[in-house]
Every structure is written in C-alpha cells, then in structure tokens.
C-alpha cells in the first residue's frame, strides 16, 4: 500500500540557521502534499501545501519542493527560531480518495 | 470562521469499558470528517472518515466504531476497550481539496 517515510527522525539546528526536513512518498497516484506542524499535547498544524502541478512553493520562512520524480517533498524553514521546535509531520493525498497518509514524522530541535 | 471541537481532552478509562468522544464542527456545512489515533512518536493513522451523515468508511479492523448522526458531528466509540486503544485520538475536517483542520485532541489510557 501507500506509505509516506521521513528520512530522518530527529533534527537539531542552531536558531537563525535555515531548517531542512525530507520526506518520500511512494504512491504515484497522490496530487496534493501537505506539511504540518505539532507541538506537545496539540493537534496538528498546517503550515503550507502544494499540489502536483507545481515543484515549489513558498510561504512566510517556509518554501515546499516537490521532486515527482523521485516521489520526494522536502520543507525548507528559513532562518529557524525556538519557537519552530516541534514535531512535522508530511502527507500525501489522492484528492479522489479523499484521505490523507502521514509519515511518522521529524522532531526539530532549535538551540538558542 | 470554522472551528472544531474535540472533548474529553483527557480519559482513563479501565480495559472492558465503553468508549464515546465527540467531535463537532461549526461554521461550515457538509465537511469531510476523520478520527485518527496517534502511538507516542508515531504518525497519524486514519481510523474511519465520513463523507456525509450516516456515511463511515473504515480504514482499520478493530473493536472501534464511528457514526455521523449530523452533519458536523463525528463520535468515536467502542464497546469494550483493550489495552492497545490507548493512544492520542485526533478528529480532523476538511472541505475537500484542502488541508486537515485538526482539534486538540483526546489523550485515552486504558489501564
């Protein structure tokens, strides 16, 4: 079946420094990708999408890149401050399914 | 704006207890609703999501259940809770080609 990997668990920066966070997913038939965010003890956060018509997009600090490709999304977090530290979380989705697939997620830990 | 609302928070429940948490929605009409369960450092494993009222596809066989009695409510249930039930269950709507609008969430331990 379906699965969306992220290629590390944990990440670890130094605050201002820009944040990285890979992530694969391997149904070819997924047209939507999404990035969220999850703090201790809270629900997931959106924090920016992209469909399969583009390769990037970009946010407030936050940029998307997808590589179909390869089947690769990656989320890219400029100049990365203390409060970025969190769990992220990427998702696939075929629009006709209408569900989402997680991967298990990235912690990132920003140093003051 | 549209905001979701998920209770309890938190439940410990004892193993062969019943189980009921709601999820409502408000703001919005005829969302797609989902129950996820979370294992500690897991991801998001999508449990039954509803199209419309009366309408639950099941994602995975266990001794949960879900029903859509309105339109923008969503209720989680079991029967008889095991030991592996516990775990962070997540309700989510959307509106269709767009992101997961999650609630806060129900802490469940089972003890």
């Known amino acids: 079946g379906e699965s969306v990997g992220l290629h590390l668990p944990t990440l670890s920066v130094q605050e201002g420094d820009n944040s990285i966070i890979n992530c694969a997913y391997s149904?070819?038939?997924?047209?939507?990708f999404i990035w969220y965010k999850q703090e201790s003890g809270k629900g997931p956060q959106f924090i920016i999408d992209?469909?399969?018509?583009?390769d990037k997009r970009q946010g407030q600090r936050v940029t998307v890149l997808l590589n179909k490709t390869v089947k690769h999304l990656s989320l890219q977090i400029a100049a990365t401050q203390p409060g970025d530290s969190a769990v992220y979380f990427c998702?696939?989705?075929?629009?006709?399914?209408?569900?989402?697939?997680f991967g298990d997620g990235t912690t990132l830990t920003v140093k003051p | 704006s549209q905001t979701i609302h998920q209770w309890p928070a938190t439940l410990v429940q004892p193993v062969g207890s019943p189980l009921s948490l709601e999820c409502t929605v408000e703001?919005?009409?005829?969302?797609?609703l989902y129950w996820y369960r979370q294992a500690a450092g897991r991801g998001l494993q999508l449990l039954f999501y509803?199209?419309?009222?009366?309408?639950i596809s099941s994602e995975v066989p266990q001794n949960l259940s879900a029903s859509r009695p309105q339109d923008r409510q969503f209720i989680l249930s079991s029967k008889k809770l095991l030991l592996s039930d516990s775990g962070f269950y997540l309700c989510?709507?959307?509106?269709?080609?767009?992101?997961?609008?999650f609630g806060n969430g129900t802490r469940l331990t089972v003890t």
């Open positions: 509803s199209v419309g009222i009366g309408q």
């Open positions: 989510a709507w959307t509106g269709g080609k767009s992101p997961l609008h």
């Open positions: 149904n070819s038939a997924s047209d939507y």
């Open positions: 703001g919005t009409s005829n969302p797609n």
């Open positions: 998702a696939e989705t075929s629009t006709n399914a209408g569900k989402s697939t």
């Open positions: 992209i469909r399969s018509n583009m």
